[in-house]
């Protein structure tokens, strides 16, 4: 028995591409909180088990993390002294982090204007050399394979097959602690990685004894940036939810696979569905998103609602991404609820409370 979490490579070692002399870059990711959710499912009536895997409690507070530790960490074995991504900020600042931990440098391509304000916080706290484009992630990803050909960075987007196997630990966490895999799988998708990561996750413990099923894997996409749905890439994605601002998935073809192999599907949501779905995770159970993340709860209570999903299901949420990493959208979405100012003395504190009750 191990005495601390050490992180995920740790924890499925004989499940991942490292050898007892790899020298392993964690910041201890992984691990995260399964949650149940329990006024929603009574709000809209129906018999759902509905969970969430609150993604953003990893150490960089997204799910990136989990790729990242074992990209950074055969990037460092293959003796590589840079790392390079593109990016819509989650994987910018996990790259960054980890570059740090490992002490090699990291390079990050990001759409100008277009990322949370947190994960630019966090990438320039992390020191990382940031490129900002007159473009958008999919020009930036295209860039990215390109300078790799010329420079000496090695790729730590979720082309880099490493970091899906680090991403599938996802899936065993749940199956792990459920003691089964849902029924259905929810996911926001913009690149399309993590939902092939799950995939192959549920997989790869679908196929042993560890469980007996798997689950329908439904992939949710943003109204303006939703190519599964158009059946082709797009050229100019456009979404509240920056994280998949994305229009050329990478990919493709492993999440065309997940949803044709699992009997799933594809759906899309606008921003306003996307919004509301973050604001009533946050208002009804305490449970702070970014607005990405959200579009699987979205798509859930709409496939629930619909029957689509029957009930009597279980159903898991990933939620990508932590709330506090977009506080601009957060502010917008609370523009309502405006804090009032008071003189600091007792009656007026009393008098604020009392007008509330
Ligand atoms: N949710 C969040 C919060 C994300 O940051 C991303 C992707 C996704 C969902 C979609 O996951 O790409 O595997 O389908 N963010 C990438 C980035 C593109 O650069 O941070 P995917």
Redesign the pocket.
Known sequence: MQKHYTGLIERYRDRLPVSKSTRVISLCEGNTPLIQLQNIPRMIGKDVDIYVKFEGLNPTG?F?DRGMTMAVTKAVEAGSQAIICA??????ASAAAYAARAGIKAFVLIPEGKIALGKLAQTLMYNATIIQINGN?DQGMELVKEVANHAPVSIVN?INPFRLEGQKTAAFEIVDELGFAPDYHCL????????SAYWKGYKEYATERVCGNRPVMCGYQAAGAAPFLAGHKIDNPETVAT??R?GNPQSWDFAIAAQQESGGWFDKFTDQQILAAQKMLSQFEGIFC?P??ATSLAGALNDIGTGKIPEGSKIVCTL??NGIKDPEIAMQQCADAKPVTIEADLDAVKRAILDCL
């Open positions: 997204s990136k990016s819509t900020g989650n994987t910018s992630f979720s926001p998708v913009g690149n399309a990685g993590n939902i994280a998949i994305i970014e990405a993340s990508t991404g």
